[in-house]
Structures are given as C-alpha cells and as structure tokens.
C-alpha cells in the first residue's frame, strides 16, 4: 500500500492564500508581517506597515483604550472573535472580528502575538435583510391577528367592517367622560343604540336613560315633556309633572331628532345646556340638574345652521364630540353579521328552527342599496320570515320592492296600474321608515288620513312597524 506523502508546507504561501488578514507584532506590539489579505483590508503594503504601531497600521478607536494585542501579550489569553469597526481610508467604516493569539517559536517561546481579522460586513448585511423580513412577517402577522381579533358587537351595536371598528373605538373612549355627543347619520343607522351603548359603558350607567323624540310632539307639549310644567301652566295641566331632564337626574337624556325643535325651543335647550338649569312651564323654581346630554339628527345641522334654521350656538355646544354613523349601503360587509343577528332575534320570538338563506337570496340582499338602512332590512326580514317557504329564505320570500337597480325580468310587463300600486307601496315602506313607524307623521307627510294609510298598508300586507 501506498504511503501518503507529506509535502514540505511553506508558512508564507500558506498565509498568503488565505482569506482572513493576518498580523503578527512583536513584544512592542510593533509589526512584523502581513499578508496580502491585511494589505487589501488595511489598504497598506507589508513594507510600508513593517516596524510601525499595530495601532497604526489597524486604524480602530478601541486600539487606542484597549489594544487586544497588548492585552494578549501581557495576560497570555487569547481573544476569539471581538467584533469592532475600523476606518478605512475613504472615510467609511469596515465591521471585522478579530481573533489574537500568542506566537511562538520552535522552542514555545514567546515572541509576539498572531491579530487574526475577518470582514464581517456581508454577515451583518444578511442579519439585518433577516431582521427586516421578520419585521415585515411580525408587521403581517399582527395585522392578520387585528382582522381576526375584529369585534363583531359592542353591546348591541353589531358590525365587523372597518368603519364600524372605528364607532367602536369612539364610543368606548367618549363612554368614560361625560362630554355631550351628537350622532348623525340617516335613519335606521343605529343612533339610539349608540346613545345607550355610550351610557351603558360609561360611569352612569348606573341612573336612568331617558330619551325624548323631537320630532314627535309639538313645539308646547315637547317644551312640556322636557322641562315639565306645573299645575295650571296650560289647559289639561292637572297637576305638576317633572320633566325629561328631571327624571335623567344622574343619568343620560337622549334628544333624538334634535334638527326637528323649533327656533324657541332650541334657545331654552341652550339655557340648560350652558348652566344645567331651568324651570317647568308656567314655573318659578329654578331646577339644577346633573345630567349627560346625547343629541342625534338625520339632518345635515351644519347647513340648517348655514341657512338659519338651527342656532349656530347650539350647534356646537351639541357638536363637542361628533359621531357619524356610515348607512348600510356604504358598510355592506356588514350584512351578513347583521342577517345573522336579526334573523336569531326573530326567529326566538316566533320560536321558529334556523333558517338558510339562499345564494340568490343573499345576493339580492348585498346588491340593494337599502335606504332605510338596517331598520329596513329588519323589515324585510320579518317580511321573509312570513312569505318563506319551509327552512330556506328565497328570492321570492323578500319583499317585492328589493331588486337590483335596473334589473328587468323577462316576461309580460306590469299593468300599469300594478306599477303605481307597487310604487306607492314602495313610498309608503320608505316614509314608514324614515319615521320609525310613526303612522300619523307618514300620513300627513303624504298628505293623506291615518285610516287612509292604515287602509293602503293593509292591501299592500305592509306590517305595522
């Protein structure tokens, strides 16, 4: 069998090829060699570097506090890996790790130290490409966390869209004060259920929640309902009666339809407003009172104000913290979660087995525009809920009036006759909802009687809101 040979080694190529710069110093820590991997590094030729300062020739502050050559040479111990920074020529800054250790002769005598040094700028450039990409994972995975941890419901208002996220967010930071809140947003939008939310997760939700709809009495027996009169103050004024903001006392009072109060009744709101004071109708006893105020319009306030029918000064002391609720219609992610909810409401009333929506069901319900916003689409579901045929909701469950814009359906057209009963129907549907069911307010707005409308409401099998 062959022998292996071994080859005389010369300790110059050797150091020569390798890749690492290599100094060695003498006792004075003075330079005695370099190969050609620390000429190119220090930017220096071994000749020019031969006798001078290893501190010199290096070219890094920690040499000048605490060379680790001298360090070496005086503990004995070597230094594996020190990571440091050494100027280059043009100013810039090269990251190495260094390495020493002692040199010795043929005999273990000690005769200088060995400065092993390694460019370590591409292993930082890739640790800090690895950083960045676990930054950009980290930043990916929190926001899938965010979308997931989404909340559905705060108290009973419902919805996952992120308008909705941000009504969450406000009501939970406006509930903890008692700063005076206008809602506003078209009708059906949820304004009363923000207003109870608010109180109830705020610090008096302990005292009562009285609301008082603007838009329902006239201007003398609204200013009755909401300071109170006493007795004498008006025909039928038996007796004394506290009113709305007395009975809020420690509590919330909500002022639904605030746009609606006529020009007197918006300067004696400002009274109280402004001092927390008022008397009853037909009285003398001034009545303090400790209460949160909550408006809500579906009016637009700021032009009212523009055009003068609301008090600019009431307006803002109102408008401290504006909440706008977006209508459904510009939320549609919201529908299904909404579906979901109202249907379990109405099927526990009716005692009723879970239903199934079908595709074009659900379809339908997405593509329309729902101007009556999610009061609408309680109706419409109650409406399902009568026409359904057993445990699925269909297409022709919903009412007539929900179709896509603009779509036709083949066949023979409509009577004329039966266009105008479905239109007026329609109207009717539209104003019953703006009006939260009020049937007399719908019936002089369309210039009819109440036994009129309650007629029409029958033939078109509208149920009563």
């Known amino acids: 069998m062959d022998q292996c040979r071994r080859w005389p080694l010369n300790v110059a190529d050797v150091l020569r090829s390798m890749a690492d710069a290599v100094?060695?110093?003498?006792?004075?820590?003075k330079v005695t060699s370099m190969n050609a991997a620390a000429e190119a590094m220090f930017e220096i030729t071994e000749g020019e570097a031969l006798g001078k300062s290893c501190?010199?020739?290096?070219?890094?502050?920690?040499?000048?506090?605490?060379?680790?050559?001298?360090?070496?040479?005086?503990?004995?111990?070597?230094?594996?890996?020190?990571?440091?920074h050494i100027e280059r020529q043009d100013g810039g800054r090269l990251p190495v790790s260094m390495s020493t250790s002692l040199l010795k002769n043929a005999t273990g005598e000690r005769i200088g130290v060995v400065l092993s040094i390694r460019d370590i700028s591409h292993v930082l450039r890739l640790l800090h490409e690895l950083d960045r990409r676990d930054q950009e994972i980290a930043r990916k995975e929190?926001?899938?966390?965010?979308?997931?941890?989404?909340?559905?419901?705060?108290?009973?208002?419902?919805?996952?869209?992120?308008?909705?996220?941000e009504i969450f967010d406000l009501v939970q930071v406006v509930a903890k004060s008692d700063v005076t809140v206008l809602i506003q947003g078209e009708s059906g939008t949820g304004k009363e259920l923000i207003a109870s939310t608010i109180h109830a997760l705020g610090p008096r939700r302990g005292g009562p929640f009285i609301?008082?709809?603007?838009?329902?009495?006239?201007?003398?027996?609204?200013?009755?309902?909401?300071?109170?009169?006493?007795?004498?103050?008006?025909?039928?004024?038996?007796?004394?009666?506290?009113?709305?903001?007395?009975?809020?006392?420690?509590?919330?009072?909500?002022?639904?339809?605030?746009?609606?109060?006529?020009?007197?009744?918006?300067?004696?709101?400002?009274?109280?407003?402004?001092?927390?004071?008022?008397?009853?109708?037909?009285?003398?006893?001034?009545?303090?009172?400790?209460?949160?105020?909550?408006?809500?319009?579906?009016?637009?306030?700021?032009?009212?104000?523009?055009?003068?029918?609301?008090?600019?000064?009431?307006?803002?002391?109102?408008?401290?913290?504006?909440?706008?609720?977006?209508?459904?219609?510009?939320?549609?992610e919201d529908i299904p979660l909404l579906l979901n909810c109202i249907l379990e409401k109405l099927l526990a009333k009716v005692k009723c087995e879970p239903l199934n929506v079908s595709p074009e069901a659900m379809s339908l319900l997405m593509e329309y525009d729902w101007p009556g916003n999610v009061r609408e689409l309680e109706n419409a579901l109650e409406y399902?809920?009568?026409?359904?045929?057993?445990?699925?909701?269909?297409?022709?469950s919903l009412p007539p009036w929900i179709k896509i814009e603009g779509q036709l359906v083949d066949g023979p057209r409509e009577p004329l006759k039966d266009v105008v009963r479905e239109r007026e129907r329609t109207e009717i549907v539209k104003r019953l909802t703006e009006c939260q069911?009020?049937?007399?307010?719908v019936a002089r707005?369309?210039?009819?009687?109440?036994?009129?409308?309650?007629?029409?409401?029958?033939?078109?099998?509208?149920?009563k809101q």
């Open 437 to 441: 069911g009020k049937v007399s307010v």
């Open 142 to 165: 929190e926001k899938l966390r965010t979308l997931l941890q989404r909340r559905e419901r705060l108290g009973q208002i419902i919805g996952r869209s992120s308008r909705m996220q």
């Open 23 to 29: 100094i060695t110093v003498d006792p004075a820590i």
């Open 211 to 332: 609301k008082v709809s603007c838009a329902a009495l006239p201007e003398t027996l609204l200013e009755s309902e909401l300071f109170g009169h006493v007795r004498g103050a008006f025909t039928g004024a038996i007796k004394d009666k506290p009113g709305r903001f007395e009975l809020a006392h420690k509590g919330t009072i909500f002022l639904d339809e605030v746009g609606e109060m006529t020009p007197s009744i918006q300067v004696k709101l400002l009274g109280v407003l402004q001092d927390r004071e008022f008397e009853r109708v037909g009285g003398t006893r001034t009545i303090k009172v400790d209460v949160r105020v909550i408006a809500a319009t579906n009016r637009d306030l700021q032009k009212a104000v523009q055009e003068g029918r609301f008090r600019e000064d009431l307006f803002y002391r109102l408008n401290v913290v504006p909440i706008m609720l977006s209508p459904l219609r510009e939320r549609k």
């Open 384 to 396: 399902a809920l009568v026409r359904r045929a057993g445990d699925t909701l269909l297409p022709q």
């Open 55 to 84: 501190a010199d020739v290096v070219r890094s502050e920690v040499w000048h506090r605490n060379c680790p050559c001298k360090a070496t040479w005086e503990r004995g111990e070597c230094i594996v890996n020190f990571n440091v």
């Open 445 to 463: 707005a369309l210039g009819v009687g109440r036994t009129t409308l309650w007629r029409k409401m029958k033939s078109y099998q509208i149920p």
